[in-house]
T-cell receptor
Framework: GDSVTQMEGPVTLSEEAFLTINCTYT??????LFWYVQYPGEGLQLLLK?????DKGSNKGFEATYRKETTSFHLEKGSVQVSDSAVYFC??????????FGAGTRLTVKP | DAGVTQSPTHLIKTRGQQVTLRCSPI?????VSWYQQVLGQGPQFIFQ???????GRGNFPDRFSARQFPNYSSELNVNALLLGDSALYLC?????????????FGQGTRLTVV
């Protein structure tokens, strides 16, 4: 079935550094792609999404572009803050009822 | 508007016991899905219910069961608990299936089996 592979980290950055978290997908079609974020002790929050090739999702300074050629959906942010410390999950829907998640990447941002 | 609400937030059970977890979806959402998230891993799909019918099942044993009520709320039941069932159980609601709509997650129920 369809799946995502995510760089696992953990990733530790200083405040204002540039962030990239890699995500590649395997899919028979062209599903929507998602990034979810999980803050400590909480559930998942949708961070951004893209519904078709070449779409760019963006939210709170984070961006990700749906690239069909490289089957990738890498998450980027130009200047991270301490408040961005969380676990980030790449995900895609499979078979209309099963959201497939990557293993998650823990980001720690130090002041 | 209220988001997805789950209860209880934390639970401690003994091996062999049974547990029931509850979820209320966002108003107007007819689809509820359940996920298990073991510490350090991504969520794993357990069930999806849409319009009160099971529409999908993940690779979990028959000890796991669920149902959806006429008001679209849902319960997840786990029988004969094992230590390995300790996890965060997440409920997600969506308008319909996942191909065209996004899923909204609750805060989860942290289950500890001792």
């Amino acid at each position: 079935g369809d799946s995502v592979t995510q760089m696992e980290g953990p990733v530790t950055l200083s405040e204002e550094a540039f962030l990239t978290i890699n995500c590649t997908y395997t899919a028979t079609g062209y599903p929507s792609l998602f990034w979810y974020v999980q803050y400590p002790g909480e559930g998942l929050q949708l961070l951004l999404k893209a519904t078709k090739a070449d779409d760019k999702g963006s939210n709170k300074g984070f961006e990700a572009t749906y690239r069909k050629e490289t089957t990738s959906f890498h998450l980027e942010k130009g200047s991270v803050q301490v408040s961005d410390s969380a676990v980030y999950f790449c995900a895609l829907p499979w078979n209309n009822n099963d959201m497939r998640f990557g293993a998650g990447t823990r980001l720690t941002v130090k002041p | 508007d209220a988001g997805v609400t789950q209860s209880p937030t934390h639970l401690i059970k003994t091996r062999g016991q049974q547990v029931t977890l509850r979820c209320s979806p966002i108003s107007g959402h007819k689809s509820v899905s359940w996920y298990q998230q073991v510490l350090g891993q991504g969520p794993q799909f357990i069930f999806q219910y849409y319009e009160k019918e099971e529409r999908g099942r993940g690779n979990f044993p028959d000890r796991f069961s669920a149902r959806q009520f006429p008001n679209y709320s849902s319960e997840l039941n786990v029988n004969a608990l094992l230590l390995g069932d300790s996890a965060l159980y997440l409920c997600a609601s969506s308008l319909r299936g996942l191909l065209n709509t996004e899923a909204f997650f609750g805060q989860g129920t942290r289950l500890t089996v001792v």
